[in-house]
């Protein structure tokens, strides 16, 4: 099951296979301005972009998962924790299904040692956060 989700967020998040850092879109950012959900210091866009309806933004920074982990947990004291398949903060009620983050906001943090083989960065940057915004 750790392996399915896994691959289903990898999927929703890796556009195109296209491997270089990219811009976020305007509309995008204005969005995840609106949404609430801040984004760590330094963070650095990758890719995303899940349609118009639901926004999902990958970010890669050199801090410590636990680091970004503790800033977004501090930021929303009130979502729940999905740690079972992974580690989802998201605005809901907790429950064990990993599809009790669906369609909600979200924010993932997790250690992905690719992204500097994937995007051209830093050998550093392998600290992963994906946003979704429905």
Known sequence: MKK????ILGCMFFLG????AAELS????????????????????INGGLG???VGARF???????DVRTFYRAAFPGWALQSEY?????DGK??????????????TVQENKNLPEW???PQDMTTEIMIVVP
């Open 4 to 7: 399915m989700i896994i691959t």
């Open 94 to 107: 907790l429950r064990k299904s990993p599809a009790a983050f669906i369609g909600k906001k979200s924010v």
């Open 26 to 45: 305007d509309s995008h950012t204005k969005l995840l301005k609106e949404s609430g959900i801040p984004l760590y210091k330094g963070a650095q866009f």
């Open 60 to 66: 890669a920074t050199s801090a410590a998962v636990d």
């Open 52 to 54: 118009d309806d639901v």
């Open 86 to 90: 992974g580690w989802t903060l998201y």
């Open 17 to 20: 296979g296209v491997a270089v």
């Open 119 to 121: 995007f051209g960065l």
